[in-house]
């Protein structure tokens, strides 16, 4: 049996905040004779603790307290003591945070996230994670196939689309369960959020009591932003209506969709009560499971749905660089930075073409405060000529730049064995710290650890945290 580790992670999203602890089995899988690379070979949950709903102050600041004692009741229901945890990850997703107090909640909880995976995850990161916490990227994998994953929480939809396996581009939706919440014992409306005067879409006034029947028009208007964006309904006046600021979707029909999230639960499972929740959740999942164009999809279940995006966290797959690396007034070490990597397609092409891609994904990782440190991965070209190493070069010092003028070291980790020579490209284009390394296996959503040059410095130390969603 390989080594254990006990791991937790905790989920703090628009509507709910929850908390997993798992036992993963670490394994050695390379020969006697080579550098380590350990991977999971195991995950067992141990506790799962109950959805609670994410508590508030108002509308735009975080109970941060009352996520601490959430989090402190738990570990004391599951029997463990922080001080038993090895790893973990906190990650922050949905409208919680764009709160204005989001830094707050997790400096509340730094004494359970030690040396954790910490992240305010926007629409983008959160859509990534829902997908991979559902399976829909393994989905797309295994069957060769497009696959749109909604994940439907309480303010947002988030959307990611896979194409055999890789994503291809991410998105996010005004749509959601509790833009609008209700008195669950009288039906009368406590909440209507902003987002449907902004959409032109019919909704009920603060005050006014509901019925299934009343909120239909509201709801039908929502399905529709879902189904166009699928490329299931013509046109996209719904889904324009709903695109949240600065997001644009290109809209392709797709053959398979899956869904995760609250409001994924009540698509094939809603409690008999429509106010169970005291919103728009269970009559939103039941408009979806009605839709048509929603039945004549091929339709991916994962295995998870509300929860997910709650991530175990990350293996610690610790390995060496290879020995063609650049670095330049970098100091060491650097400490979970978030992986952003291209599809295979992105690569290619022109200096531009490649630096707008670089561009249009680094808001990936863009939180509250706005644009964040990360390392961005590429596969590399086999045996490439010196032209095509300065035009790549080229493409990423212009794709980072933005990253470079917001005050971080551009960050670059190429798996082809090309590093050092792509650096040195690299290095008049930009000023200041510059790292590239290469022989460097990575993925979106992983995050790295790089630590100071060893033997002779020829090789950087790398540990590989990939987070674990539960998928069981």
Sequence with gaps: MGEQLLSVGIDIGTSTTQL??????????????TVPRVSISGRE???????????????????????RTIVEEEYRKSGFDKTQVDTGA???????????????????????????????????????LAARGAGADEYSREHHTTVLHFDIGGGTANLALY??????????????????????????????????????????????????????????????????????????????????????WTVEEVPVVSFSGGVADCIDNPPPDWLAFGDLGVLLGLAIAASPAFQKAGRFRGAETIRATVVGAGSHATDLSGSTIFYRDITFPLKNIPILKLAAGEEGGEPEKLARHIRDRLSWYRDQGGLVQLALALRGERNPSYRRIQEMAQGVA???????????????????????????????????????????GVDNGDYIDIGAPVAGGAVLPIVIKTLVFNKS
């Design 20 to 33: 997993i602890l798992s036992r993963l089995t670490l394994e050695n899988r390379a020969t006697p004779f």
């Design 45 to 67: 949950v141990l506790y799962r603790s109950a959805i609670h709903f994410t508590p508030l102050l108002s509308d735009t600041v975080i109970d941060a307290a009352g996520v």
């Design 90 to 128: 906190v990650i922050i997703t949905g409208e919680t945070a764009r709160k204005e107090n989001a830094r707050e909640v997790l400096s509340a909880l730094s004494e359970f996230a030690g040396d954790f995976v910490v992240a305010t995850a926007g629409p983008d990161l959160e859509s990534i």
């Design 163 to 248: 194409r055999n396996g890789e994503l291809v581009r991410t998105g996010c939706l005004d749509v959601g369960g509790r833009l609008i919440k209700m008195d669950r014992g009288s039906g009368q409306v406590t909440y209507v959020s902003p987002v449907f005067v902004r959409a032109g879409c019919p909704a009920p006034a603060v005050g006014q009591r509901v019925t299934p029947e009343t909120l239909q028009p509201t709801l039908q208007i929502m399905v529709e932003a879902l189904e166009q964006a699928a490329g299931l309904r013509p046109g996209r006046d719904r889904l324009d209506a709903f695109l949240t600021q600065g997001t644009s």
């Design 398 to 440: 212009h794709g980072l730049a933005p990253l470079v003028e917001a005050g971080f070291v551009p960050i670059v980790a190429v798996e082809a064995d090309q590093a050092k020579v792509l650096g040195q490209a690299m290095a008049p284009l930009l000023p200041g710290p510059l790292l590239c390394l290469d022989s460097v």
